[in-house]
Protein backbone atom coordinates (compact mmCIF):
# COMPACT_ATOMS: atom_id res chain seq x y z
CA UNK A 1 0.00 0.00 0.00
CA UNK A 2 1.65 3.44 -1.23
CA UNK A 3 3.12 5.16 1.90
CA UNK A 4 1.80 9.03 2.43
CA UNK A 5 3.76 12.24 3.03
CA UNK A 6 4.08 13.42 6.05
CA UNK A 7 0.77 13.90 8.10
CA UNK A 8 -0.79 16.87 9.72
CA UNK A 9 -0.90 16.19 13.74
CA UNK A 10 -4.45 17.01 13.90
CA UNK A 11 -5.02 13.95 11.92
CA UNK A 12 -2.33 11.99 13.59
CA UNK A 13 -4.34 12.55 17.09
CA UNK A 14 -7.64 11.10 15.23
CA UNK A 15 -5.35 7.61 14.75
CA UNK A 16 -4.11 7.98 18.50
CA UNK A 17 -7.92 8.19 19.57
CA UNK A 18 -8.57 4.69 17.11
CA UNK A 19 -5.84 3.04 18.80
CA UNK A 20 -6.53 4.39 22.45
CA UNK A 21 -10.35 3.80 21.53
CA UNK A 22 -11.42 7.16 22.02
CA UNK A 23 -13.43 7.82 18.86
CA UNK A 24 -16.27 5.82 19.94
CA UNK A 25 -18.34 6.21 23.30
CA UNK A 26 -20.31 3.72 25.15
CA UNK A 27 -21.19 3.41 28.99
CA UNK A 28 -19.00 1.74 31.07
CA UNK A 29 -16.85 0.62 28.36
CA UNK A 30 -13.24 -0.24 28.67
CA UNK A 31 -11.40 1.62 26.29
CA UNK A 32 -10.55 -0.33 22.92
CA UNK A 33 -6.79 -0.99 23.37
CA UNK A 34 -7.80 -2.76 27.06
CA UNK A 35 -10.80 -4.54 26.00
CA UNK A 36 -9.44 -6.05 22.46
CA UNK A 37 -6.30 -7.23 24.94
CA UNK A 38 -8.49 -9.21 27.08
CA UNK A 39 -11.34 -10.48 24.69
CA UNK A 40 -11.31 -13.69 23.79
CA UNK A 41 -12.55 -12.74 20.36
CA UNK A 42 -9.49 -10.63 19.75
CA UNK A 43 -6.43 -11.37 17.19
CA UNK A 44 -4.16 -9.14 19.62
CA UNK A 45 -1.43 -12.09 19.36
CA UNK A 46 -1.60 -12.90 15.85
CA UNK A 47 0.77 -10.91 13.57
CA UNK A 48 -1.03 -11.51 10.69
CA UNK A 49 -2.05 -8.29 8.58
CA UNK A 50 -5.71 -7.27 9.36
CA UNK A 51 -7.22 -8.26 5.84
CA UNK A 52 -10.36 -5.63 4.81
CA UNK A 53 -12.04 -5.29 1.39
CA UNK A 54 -13.28 -2.36 -0.14
CA UNK A 55 -15.87 -1.90 -3.44
CA UNK A 56 -16.14 1.30 -4.86
CA UNK A 57 -16.17 2.64 -8.58
CA UNK A 58 -12.74 3.72 -9.60
CA UNK A 59 -13.63 3.34 -13.31
CA UNK A 60 -16.57 4.45 -15.33
CA UNK A 61 -19.71 7.04 -14.78
CA UNK A 62 -18.76 7.29 -10.88
CA UNK A 63 -14.82 7.03 -10.79
CA UNK A 64 -14.85 10.61 -9.13
CA UNK A 65 -16.86 9.53 -5.99
CA UNK A 66 -15.35 6.25 -5.86
CA UNK A 67 -11.69 8.02 -5.93
CA UNK A 68 -12.47 10.43 -2.72
CA UNK A 69 -13.78 6.95 -1.08
CA UNK A 70 -10.44 5.37 -1.77
CA UNK A 71 -8.34 8.52 -0.79
CA UNK A 72 -10.04 8.61 2.51
CA UNK A 73 -9.62 4.84 3.02
CA UNK A 74 -5.88 5.24 1.87
CA UNK A 75 -5.06 8.07 3.89
CA UNK A 76 -6.89 6.50 7.64
CA UNK A 77 -5.21 3.34 6.86
CA UNK A 78 -1.76 4.46 6.70
CA UNK A 79 -2.22 6.68 9.43
CA UNK A 80 -3.17 3.99 11.59
CA UNK A 81 -0.51 1.54 10.00
CA UNK A 82 2.30 4.35 11.11
CA UNK A 83 0.91 4.50 13.92
CA UNK A 84 1.31 0.90 14.86
CA UNK A 85 -1.82 -0.65 12.96
CA UNK A 86 -4.72 -2.06 15.58
CA UNK A 87 -3.78 -3.99 18.49
CA UNK A 88 -0.23 -4.32 17.15
CA UNK A 89 -1.16 -5.52 13.55
CA UNK A 90 -1.00 -3.96 10.37
CA UNK A 91 -4.09 -3.27 7.77
CA UNK A 92 -4.42 -4.69 4.64
CA UNK A 93 -6.97 -3.29 2.46
CA UNK A 94 -8.00 -4.39 -0.95
CA UNK A 95 -9.50 -2.09 -3.10
CA UNK A 96 -11.78 -3.41 -6.31
CA UNK A 97 -12.99 -1.35 -8.92
CA UNK A 98 -16.74 -1.87 -9.62
CA UNK A 99 -16.23 -0.27 -12.36
CA UNK A 100 -19.89 1.99 -11.89
CA UNK A 101 -21.26 -0.89 -12.68
CA UNK A 102 -23.60 -3.25 -10.46
CA UNK A 103 -23.10 -6.56 -12.37
CA UNK A 104 -19.13 -5.56 -11.76
CA UNK A 105 -19.91 -4.90 -8.15
CA UNK A 106 -21.50 -8.37 -7.69
CA UNK A 107 -17.93 -9.91 -8.89
CA UNK A 108 -15.74 -8.18 -6.92
CA UNK A 109 -18.18 -8.69 -4.07
CA UNK A 110 -17.38 -12.37 -3.92
CA UNK A 111 -14.03 -12.32 -4.38
CA UNK A 112 -14.01 -10.38 -1.52
CA UNK A 113 -15.70 -12.83 0.25
CA UNK A 114 -13.49 -15.47 -0.94
CA UNK A 115 -10.25 -13.84 0.10
CA UNK A 116 -11.28 -14.28 3.69
CA UNK A 117 -11.65 -10.19 4.67
CA UNK A 118 -13.54 -9.71 8.02
CA UNK A 119 -15.41 -6.51 6.87
CA UNK A 120 -15.94 -4.21 3.89
CA UNK A 121 -16.37 -0.90 2.73
CA UNK A 122 -19.27 -0.99 0.31
CA UNK A 123 -19.89 0.82 -2.83
CA UNK A 124 -20.95 4.63 -3.29
CA UNK A 125 -22.95 3.72 -6.47
CA UNK A 126 -26.12 2.96 -5.02
CA UNK A 127 -27.33 1.02 -7.45
CA UNK A 128 -24.07 -0.98 -7.11
CA UNK A 129 -25.23 -1.52 -3.33
CA UNK A 130 -27.84 -3.09 -3.62
CA UNK A 131 -26.10 -5.43 -6.19
CA UNK A 132 -23.92 -7.05 -3.56
CA UNK A 133 -26.08 -7.34 -0.41
CA UNK A 134 -27.09 -10.34 -0.67
CA UNK A 135 -24.25 -12.14 -0.98
CA UNK A 136 -22.29 -10.01 1.60
CA UNK A 137 -24.94 -10.97 3.89
CA UNK A 138 -25.27 -14.78 3.15
CA UNK A 139 -21.95 -14.59 4.04
CA UNK A 140 -21.99 -12.74 7.40
CA UNK A 141 -19.57 -10.38 6.58
CA UNK A 142 -19.93 -7.18 8.16
CA UNK A 143 -19.92 -4.14 5.59
CA UNK A 144 -20.84 -0.16 5.89
CA UNK A 145 -21.84 1.29 2.70
CA UNK A 146 -21.05 5.08 1.43
CA UNK A 147 -24.27 5.04 -0.41
CA UNK A 148 -27.12 6.71 0.06
CA UNK A 149 -30.15 3.71 -0.87
CA UNK A 150 -32.84 3.52 2.25
CA UNK A 151 -33.65 0.09 1.31
CA UNK A 152 -30.40 -1.09 2.46
CA UNK A 153 -30.84 -0.77 5.79
CA UNK A 154 -34.68 -0.44 5.50
CA UNK A 155 -35.87 -3.02 6.51
CA UNK A 156 -32.26 -3.83 8.45
CA UNK A 157 -30.31 -6.83 7.22
CA UNK A 158 -28.16 -7.45 10.03
CA UNK A 159 -25.00 -7.21 8.53
CA UNK A 160 -25.37 -4.12 6.43
CA UNK A 161 -24.52 -0.68 7.93
CA UNK A 162 -24.52 3.20 5.92
CA UNK A 163 -22.75 5.49 6.45
CA UNK A 164 -24.33 8.46 3.88
CA UNK A 165 -27.30 10.39 5.78
CA UNK A 166 -30.56 8.40 4.32
CA UNK A 167 -32.25 10.24 1.25
CA UNK A 168 -35.48 10.59 3.90
CA UNK A 169 -33.31 12.46 6.24
CA UNK A 170 -32.01 14.70 3.63
CA UNK A 171 -35.46 15.42 1.52
CA UNK A 172 -37.31 15.80 5.02
CA UNK A 173 -34.79 18.54 5.39
CA UNK A 174 -35.09 19.87 2.42
CA UNK A 175 -39.14 20.26 2.55
CA UNK A 176 -39.18 21.49 6.13
CA UNK A 177 -36.86 24.78 4.64
CA UNK A 178 -39.24 24.73 1.84
CA UNK A 179 -41.86 25.20 4.52
CA UNK A 180 -40.11 28.25 6.71
CA UNK A 181 -39.79 30.01 3.19
CA UNK A 182 -43.77 29.41 2.85
CA UNK A 183 -43.68 27.75 -0.07
CA UNK A 184 -46.38 25.11 -1.40
CA UNK A 185 -45.77 23.43 -4.66
CA UNK A 186 -43.23 22.02 -5.51
CA UNK A 187 -41.42 19.69 -8.64
CA UNK A 188 -39.45 17.14 -8.52
CA UNK A 189 -36.58 16.02 -11.00
CA UNK A 190 -34.85 13.02 -10.61
CA UNK A 191 -32.63 9.87 -11.92
CA UNK A 192 -33.87 6.58 -12.32
CA UNK A 193 -31.27 4.98 -10.61
CA UNK A 194 -31.34 3.42 -6.96
CA UNK A 195 -30.32 7.10 -5.29
CA UNK A 196 -33.18 8.94 -7.36
CA UNK A 197 -35.64 6.74 -6.84
CA UNK A 198 -34.99 6.84 -2.99
CA UNK A 199 -34.98 10.65 -2.87
CA UNK A 200 -38.10 10.82 -5.00
CA UNK A 201 -39.85 8.07 -2.47
CA UNK A 202 -39.13 9.70 0.37
CA UNK A 203 -40.53 13.22 -1.08
CA UNK A 204 -43.64 11.50 -2.08
CA UNK A 205 -43.91 9.61 1.12
CA UNK A 206 -43.34 13.11 3.48
CA UNK A 207 -44.53 16.33 0.84
CA UNK A 208 -47.61 16.43 2.89
CA UNK A 209 -46.19 16.93 6.34
CA UNK A 210 -44.82 20.03 4.81
CA UNK A 211 -47.55 21.66 3.53
CA UNK A 212 -46.09 20.74 0.47
CA UNK A 213 -48.15 19.36 -3.01
CA UNK A 214 -45.70 17.92 -5.97
CA UNK A 215 -47.10 19.35 -9.23
CA UNK A 216 -44.72 18.14 -11.58
CA UNK A 217 -42.39 15.15 -11.92
CA UNK A 218 -39.37 14.72 -14.19
CA UNK A 219 -37.60 11.57 -14.12
CA UNK A 220 -34.47 10.86 -16.71
CA UNK A 221 -32.35 8.46 -17.23
CA UNK A 222 -28.46 8.76 -15.94
CA UNK A 223 -26.90 8.77 -19.15
CA UNK A 224 -29.44 11.95 -20.44
CA UNK A 225 -27.29 15.39 -21.80
CA UNK A 226 -30.21 17.35 -21.95
CA UNK A 227 -32.83 18.31 -19.66
CA UNK A 228 -34.62 21.08 -21.61
CA UNK A 229 -38.30 19.21 -22.06
CA UNK A 230 -38.18 18.50 -18.78
CA UNK A 231 -37.40 21.67 -17.11
CA UNK A 232 -39.88 23.56 -19.83
CA UNK A 233 -42.56 21.48 -18.12
CA UNK A 234 -41.98 22.90 -14.57
CA UNK A 235 -41.48 25.99 -15.91
CA UNK A 236 -45.08 25.51 -16.89
CA UNK A 237 -46.10 23.87 -13.95
CA UNK A 238 -46.81 26.30 -11.52
CA UNK A 239 -44.01 24.59 -8.92
CA UNK A 240 -42.92 27.13 -6.64
CA UNK A 241 -39.44 25.14 -6.25
CA UNK A 242 -37.44 22.61 -7.65
CA UNK A 243 -36.03 19.48 -6.22
CA UNK A 244 -33.60 17.51 -8.47
CA UNK A 245 -32.31 14.32 -7.22
CA UNK A 246 -29.47 12.56 -8.21
CA UNK A 247 -25.94 11.54 -8.74
CA UNK A 248 -23.08 12.22 -11.30
CA UNK A 249 -23.01 14.66 -14.06
CA UNK A 250 -26.72 15.43 -14.68
CA UNK A 251 -26.81 18.03 -11.95
CA UNK A 252 -24.37 20.43 -13.80
CA UNK A 253 -26.43 20.46 -16.98
CA UNK A 254 -29.52 20.89 -15.10
CA UNK A 255 -28.32 23.66 -12.98
CA UNK A 256 -27.07 25.29 -16.30
CA UNK A 257 -30.31 24.23 -18.30
CA UNK A 258 -32.07 25.68 -15.36
CA UNK A 259 -30.80 29.27 -15.82
CA UNK A 260 -30.92 29.61 -19.39
CA UNK A 261 -34.77 28.24 -19.18
CA UNK A 262 -34.94 31.31 -17.58
CA UNK A 263 -36.52 29.84 -14.03
CA UNK A 264 -36.27 32.02 -11.00
CA UNK A 265 -38.07 29.59 -8.52
CA UNK A 266 -35.50 27.89 -6.02
CA UNK A 267 -33.59 25.20 -7.40
CA UNK A 268 -32.39 22.47 -4.60
CA UNK A 269 -30.07 19.55 -4.67
CA UNK A 270 -29.79 16.32 -2.65
CA UNK A 271 -26.33 15.46 -0.39
CA UNK A 272 -24.73 14.24 -4.19
CA UNK A 273 -24.17 17.76 -4.85
CA UNK A 274 -22.41 19.36 -1.63
CA UNK A 275 -19.22 19.23 -3.30
CA UNK A 276 -16.97 20.72 -5.87
CA UNK A 277 -17.28 18.33 -7.92
CA UNK A 278 -20.70 20.01 -8.88
CA UNK A 279 -20.06 23.35 -7.58
CA UNK A 280 -16.64 24.08 -9.73
CA UNK A 281 -18.57 22.87 -13.51
CA UNK A 282 -21.66 24.31 -12.66
CA UNK A 283 -19.67 27.88 -11.94
CA UNK A 284 -21.50 30.81 -11.55
CA UNK A 285 -25.02 29.35 -12.56
CA UNK A 286 -24.82 27.25 -9.28
CA UNK A 287 -25.24 30.63 -7.33
CA UNK A 288 -27.94 30.66 -5.16
CA UNK A 289 -28.75 26.95 -5.44
CA UNK A 290 -29.85 25.70 -2.16
CA UNK A 291 -28.14 21.78 -1.07
CA UNK A 292 -28.37 19.83 1.42
CA UNK A 293 -25.36 18.36 3.18
CA UNK A 294 -24.13 15.85 5.56
CA UNK A 295 -21.94 17.87 8.47
CA UNK A 296 -18.11 17.65 6.75
CA UNK A 297 -18.87 20.48 4.37
CA UNK A 298 -20.13 22.65 7.30
CA UNK A 299 -17.25 21.84 9.69
CA UNK A 300 -15.74 25.53 9.48
CA UNK A 301 -19.13 26.83 10.34
CA UNK A 302 -20.22 24.48 12.75
CA UNK A 303 -20.58 25.34 16.47
CA UNK A 304 -17.74 24.86 18.72
CA UNK A 305 -19.61 22.65 20.89
CA UNK A 306 -20.49 20.26 18.13
CA UNK A 307 -18.37 17.21 18.90
CA UNK A 308 -17.66 16.68 14.87
CA UNK A 309 -16.09 20.01 14.19
CA UNK A 310 -12.53 19.05 15.35
CA UNK A 311 -12.86 15.97 13.71
CA UNK A 312 -13.88 17.68 10.43
CA UNK A 313 -10.95 19.95 10.49
CA UNK A 314 -8.57 17.44 11.58
CA UNK A 315 -9.55 15.20 8.21
CA UNK A 316 -9.90 18.11 6.20
CA UNK A 317 -5.98 19.24 7.16
CA UNK A 318 -4.87 15.67 6.45
CA UNK A 319 -6.70 15.25 3.50
CA UNK A 320 -5.19 18.20 1.68
CA UNK A 321 -1.92 17.64 3.17
CA UNK A 322 -1.80 13.92 1.44
CA UNK A 323 -3.95 14.75 -1.82
CA UNK A 324 -2.85 18.58 -2.67
CA UNK A 325 -6.99 19.05 -2.79
CA UNK A 326 -10.33 19.33 -0.40
CA UNK A 327 -12.20 16.26 0.49
CA UNK A 328 -15.71 15.57 -1.06
CA UNK A 329 -18.99 14.62 0.43
CA UNK A 330 -18.13 10.71 -0.23
CA UNK A 331 -14.60 11.37 1.54
CA UNK A 332 -16.16 11.92 4.57
CA UNK A 333 -18.58 8.64 3.98
CA UNK A 334 -15.67 6.95 3.80
CA UNK A 335 -13.80 7.90 6.30
CA UNK A 336 -16.62 7.48 8.96
CA UNK A 337 -16.51 3.97 7.34
CA UNK A 338 -13.24 2.68 7.99
CA UNK A 339 -12.63 3.96 11.49
CA UNK A 340 -16.29 2.52 12.69
CA UNK A 341 -14.64 -0.87 11.17
CA UNK A 342 -11.00 0.13 12.30
CA UNK A 343 -12.77 0.67 16.22
CA UNK A 344 -14.54 -2.46 16.09
CA UNK A 345 -11.88 -4.38 15.38
CA UNK A 346 -9.69 -2.62 17.89
CA UNK A 347 -12.49 -3.91 20.71
CA UNK A 348 -13.06 -7.51 19.81
CA UNK A 349 -11.14 -8.84 16.99
CA UNK A 350 -11.27 -9.84 13.14
CA UNK A 351 -14.23 -12.03 13.75
CA UNK A 352 -17.02 -11.06 11.42
CA UNK A 353 -19.65 -11.97 13.58
CA UNK A 354 -17.85 -10.05 16.18
CA UNK A 355 -17.19 -6.99 14.31
CA UNK A 356 -20.80 -6.69 13.17
CA UNK A 357 -22.19 -6.97 17.23
CA UNK A 358 -19.66 -4.44 18.04
CA UNK A 359 -21.31 -2.30 15.51
CA UNK A 360 -24.66 -2.62 16.75
CA UNK A 361 -23.86 -1.29 19.63
CA UNK A 362 -21.36 1.51 17.92
CA UNK A 363 -22.22 5.84 18.75
CA UNK A 364 -19.17 7.27 16.81
CA UNK A 365 -18.61 10.95 16.34
CA UNK A 366 -17.35 11.28 12.53
CA UNK A 367 -17.04 14.03 10.24
CA UNK A 368 -20.58 12.89 8.73
CA UNK A 369 -22.22 13.70 12.49
CA UNK A 370 -22.77 11.10 15.41
CA UNK A 371 -23.85 8.17 14.73
CA UNK A 372 -26.00 5.42 16.62
CA UNK A 373 -26.72 2.15 15.30
CA UNK A 374 -28.31 -0.27 17.01
CA UNK A 375 -30.34 -3.70 16.16
CA UNK A 376 -32.66 -2.16 14.97
CA UNK A 377 -31.00 1.06 13.30
CA UNK A 378 -28.09 0.48 10.83
CA UNK A 379 -28.05 4.11 9.09
CA UNK A 380 -26.95 5.91 12.22
CA UNK A 381 -26.96 9.02 11.42
CA UNK A 382 -30.48 11.61 12.57
CA UNK A 383 -31.65 14.61 11.58
CA UNK A 384 -29.41 16.81 13.45
CA UNK A 385 -26.20 15.62 10.87
CA UNK A 386 -28.26 17.43 8.38
CA UNK A 387 -27.57 20.55 7.68
CA UNK A 388 -29.51 22.87 4.13
CA UNK A 389 -26.59 25.47 2.75
CA UNK A 390 -26.40 27.62 -0.09
CA UNK A 391 -24.10 28.06 -3.07
CA UNK A 392 -22.31 31.36 -2.64
CA UNK A 393 -19.30 32.92 -5.10
CA UNK A 394 -18.35 28.95 -5.49
CA UNK A 395 -18.62 28.08 -2.10
CA UNK A 396 -21.20 26.85 0.35
CA UNK A 397 -22.26 28.79 2.95
CA UNK A 398 -24.89 27.82 5.72
CA UNK A 399 -28.45 29.16 5.48
CA UNK A 400 -30.19 31.04 8.54
CA UNK A 401 -32.52 27.75 8.82
CA UNK A 402 -29.48 25.64 9.56
CA UNK A 403 -28.06 28.36 11.40
CA UNK A 404 -30.68 28.70 13.58
CA UNK A 405 -30.40 25.32 14.29
CA UNK A 406 -33.23 23.30 12.20
Not at 244 to 271: C, D, M, N, Y
Not at 331 to 339: L, Q
Request: aromatic content about 6%.
Amino acid sequence: MRRLATLAIGALALVAMLIAGCGSKSKATPTATSQAATSPTSAATSTEPIKLGMITSLTGNFSVLGQFDRNAVQLIVDQVNKAGGVNGRKVDVQILDDQSNPTQAAVVARQLISSGVSAIVGPVFSSNCLAVLDAVEAAKIPMITTCASDSQVNPVRPYIFMAPPTAGIVADKLMAYLQAKGLTKIAVIHDTTEFGKAGWDAIKRDAGKYGLTVVDEEPYDITATSFVPGLTHVKNSGAQALISWGAGPPAVTITKEFRQLGLTIPLLFSHAQASPLYIKPAGSAADGVIVGTSLGAMGQYLPDGNPSKSVILAFDKAYEAAYNGAPAEFAYDAYGAIHMILNAIAKVGTNPQAIQKQLEQTTFVSTDGTYHYSATNHAGLGPDAVWVARVQNGQMVPTNFSKNGK
